[in-house]
């Protein structure tokens, strides 16, 4: 088994061919081609995640996002932030989480890692 790491966007992308070709094959993991696909695949993550990484986005985003995607209002944030005004505080970037904050907003399936992040000033 002949591979070679990926070097440039070209590599990427004959990687990305030989890949969706083995993936159309549905090899056995014990084959040599399940074996060939397995290590090619972790190769293509770890080109991905140097060239294109995502940053985290920040708590307030993150929280925004949810609600957004979930139909929730201000007053369904208060089992997890507080009363109304201590919920727009956190979302006008006023007021930091604290951890139970973090906590209680994890329920909702937000990571820890996202909650935890920086906080970035609004932009006026």
Do not use: W
């Amino acid at each position: 088994m002949q591979i070679r790491p990926i070097r440039s966007e070209a590599d990427y992308m004959a990687m990305m061919a030989e890949v969706s070709a083995l993936i159309e094959l549905d090899p056995d993991t014990d084959s040599p081609q399940g074996e060939r696909l397995e290590v090619l695949g972790m190769l293509v993550e770890a080109y991905e995640a140097k060239h294109y990484s995502l940053a985290l986005p920040s708590p307030i985003a993150a929280i925004k996002f949810h609600m957004e995607q979930c139909g929730m209002t201000v007053a369904d944030m208060r089992p997890y932030i507080g009363p109304p005004n201590r919920v727009y505080e956190v979302l006008n970037g006023t007021r930091q989480l604290s951890l139970s904050m973090i906590r209680r907003l994890m329920t909702l399936g937000i990571p820890a890692e996202v909650l935890v992040g920086k906080e970035r000033k609004a932009q006026p």
